[in-house]
């Protein structure tokens, strides 16, 4: 049974019969789509929803880097891309839009398994329960402290966190914890000094910073997050931190 789906943007039909052929012997890769220039790919790409992309660089129609700044906006899902093309003159260019990795054609097969191995770890350290992903990414003497209303001092440790909630009407910051109440923090702290000292969180909406290590995926704007907020609905993605968000992560 397959994993991970892949789709093939490329104009090139040797090339893209011989990377064809090479997934075809991977049991976990399933080739979703192909598609032989931009327009094509696109249209693929939105149907299949592939966790891996192969983009070649040069399509007929335009490059493999003008496809994915079109579809930034609306590719809601992870996805990973791999540039595939005979040109190295690319590679910082590749690096800079974020891609997963290069294959240079022709490619050698050692080169691409190393790269499906490399894809297959990084999915698996993303798809294990946030309890031992925490333990994983977040040192155990990452901490930091807060200020209560009452100017108490509290440490907090960045697993311990889902998100950070801001009521309008107190005009104040909400902790919202895995296990335990939410805590309110003294008024005057802003999502600046939250972010600022806190990497693994992100503001995605005026009233809500959430802890990256919990995303799941984003779905309709929507943030789908791992267990014990998988029931979450309120964290929306609002248009004004969207860009921030896939300018920092995604494509």
């Keep these: 049974m397959y994993l991970y789906k892949v789709v093939i943007v490329d104009d090139d039909e040797l090339s893209l019969e011989n990377l064809s052929s090479s997934l075809g012997k991977q049991s976990d890769f399933l080739l979703g789509a192909v598609a032989r220039n931009a327009r094509q790919g696109r249209k693929q790409i939105m149907l299949a929803q592939p966790d891996l992309l192969f983009l070649d660089v040069e399509l007929p129609d335009m490059t493999g880097m003008e496809l994915l700044q079109e579809i ?3 590719v809601t899902w992870p996805m990973k891309v791999i540039f595939y093309t005979a040109y190295d003159k690319y590679m910082i260019q590749a690096i800079r839009e974020s891609a997963f990795d290069y294959l240079l054609k022709p490619f050698d097969e050692e080169e691409l398994g190393n790269i499906l191995e490399r894809f297959r770890q990084q999915q ?15 040192p155990t003497g990452q901490s930091f402290m807060v200020y209560t209303p009452t100017n108490d001092m509290r440490v907090l440790r ?74 979450v609905t309120e964290l929306l993605v609002s248009k004004k931190y969207k860009k921030q968000l896939q300018d920092r992560f995604c494509l």
């Excluded at 698996?124 to 977040?138: D, F, G, L, S, Y």
């Excluded at 909400?174 to 805590?183: G, H, K, Q, R, S």
């Design 72 to 74: 930034r906006d609306e």
């Design 124 to 138: 698996k350290r993303t798809t294990i329960q946030p309890e031992i992903r925490n333990i994983a990414h977040v």
């Design 158 to 231: 960045s697993a311990e966190i889902g998100f950070f909630r801001y009521s309008s009407d107190r005009k104040i910051w909400e902790v919202i914890f895995t296990n335990e109440a939410p805590l309110t923090l003294r008024r005057g702290i802003t999502a600046e000094q939250i972010t600022s000292n806190l990497p693994n969180f992100i503001q995605i909406h005026q009233s809500y910073i959430i802890n990256m290590d919990y995303l799941m995926l984003i779905k309709d704007n929507h943030c789908v997050m791992y267990p014990p907020f998988d029931q």
